[in-house]
C-alpha cells in the first residue's frame, strides 16, 4: 500500500506501534444515522412447532438457552447428560438438538456417535455449544456427524443463525435502532445500583469477582440469590450476563 510500519519497544516500559499509509480522502455522503440492529422476534414456520432438545449439564446454561428459544417460538425440553439426551431423543423425536459437549455420565461426543448411528437420528441435526478453544475439538466434532458449531460464549445471533441454517427456517425480525437500545441499557444502569442498594454486600462483592472472572456459571448462581431480594434487579442482571455485557455487570456491582 506503499506505507510503512515501525515499532519501539523498551523492556519493562511497554511498546509504541506507527503506521504510515497513503490514502485518499473519500467523496461519499457522511453517514448520519447508526447502524440498525435486527432482533429475533419469532419463527415463519406457519403452523408447525419445532422442538429442541438442549442438553447441558448446568441449569444455568439450559435456562439461558430455553429462554432465549422460547422467547421466539420454539419448543424446548431437555436432558443433563448424554444419556439422558439418548433417551430424551428417542421419547420426544426433536427437530434438533443442542449439545454440550464436556458433561458428566455421558459427554456430547459421545451421545452424538449413538445418535447418529440410529435410523432415526441419522439425519437429527445436533449442535453443539461448547467452551472449548481447541481446534482439535472443532474436528472431531464434524468428523462424527455434529452439524453445528457454537463456541461460549455465544452471541445470541450466530446461536440462531446456525439453528436457521440446520433447520432451514426464515425469523421474523423486529428493527430496532441500535442508539436507543444502548440509551435504554444506560439509563437501566443508572436506576440499577439504587435497586442494589439493599442487598448484602458480599453478595454484590461476589457478583462484581465472579464476572471480573469471566465465570457465567456463578455468575448466574449468584444472580439467583438476588432474585430473593430484588426480583427486578435479579432480571436486569440476568439479562446482562446472558447478553455478557460484563462491562456494565463491572460498573453497577463495584464499591
Not at 30 to 54: M, N, Q, Y
Not at 76 to 92: L, S, Y
Request: proline share 4%.
Amino acid at each position: 500500500m506503499g506505507g510503512d510500519i515501525n515499532v519501539q519497544s523498551r523492556p519493562g516500559k511497554g511498546s509504541i506501534f506507527r503506521l504510515d499509509v497513503r490514502m485518499e480522502r473519500g467523496e461519499g455522503p457522511a453517514v448520519s444515522a447508526k447502524p440498525v440492529k435486527r432482533r429475533i422476534v419469532g419463527i415463519e414456520s406457519g403452523d408447525r412447532t419445532f422442538r429442541i432438545l438442549i442438553v447441558d449439564d448446568k441449569e444455568d446454561n439450559r435456562g439461558i438457552l430455553r429462554g432465549l428459544l422460547t422467547s421466539v417460538g420454539f419448543e424446548t425440553r431437555e436432558a443433563c447428560n448424554g444419556q439422558e439426551a439418548i433417551e430424551e431423543a428417542e421419547r420426544w423425536s426433536p427437530d434438533l438438538i443442542v449439545m454440550d459437549i464436556r458433561m458428566p455420565v455421558m459427554d456430547g461426543y459421545e451421545a452424538t456417535r449413538r445418535i447418529k448411528s440410529t435410523e432415526k437420528g441419522r439425519n437429527l441435526p445436533i449442535i453443539a455449544v461448547t467452551a472449548s478453544v481447541f481446534e482439535d475439538g472443532r474436528r472431531l466434532a464434524f468428523d462424527i456427524g455434529i452439524d453445528g458449531y457454537v463456541r461460549k460464549p455465544f452471541k445470541e445471533e450466530e446461536l440462531f443463525e446456525t439453528i436457521g441454517f440446520c433447520l432451514g427456517v426464515q425469523y421474523v425480525y423486529e428493527e430496532e435502532v441500535q442508539t436507543t437500545a444502548i440509551q435504554g441499557t444506560s439509563a437501566m444502569a443508572t436506576v440499577m445500583p439504587n435497586l442494589l442498594a439493599d442487598l448484602p454486600d458480599q453478595l454484590r462483592r461476589q457478583i462484581h469477582s465472579a464476572t471480573k472472572r469471566g465465570d457465567l456459571d456463578e455468575v448466574m448462581g449468584l444472580i439467583e440469590e438476588v432474585a430473593g431480594h430484588s426480583a427486578q434487579a435479579a432480571d436486569y442482571l440476568r439479562q446482562l450476563a446472558a447478553n455478557f455485557e460484563y462491562d456494565t455487570l463491572l460498573k453497577i456491582t463495584e464499591g
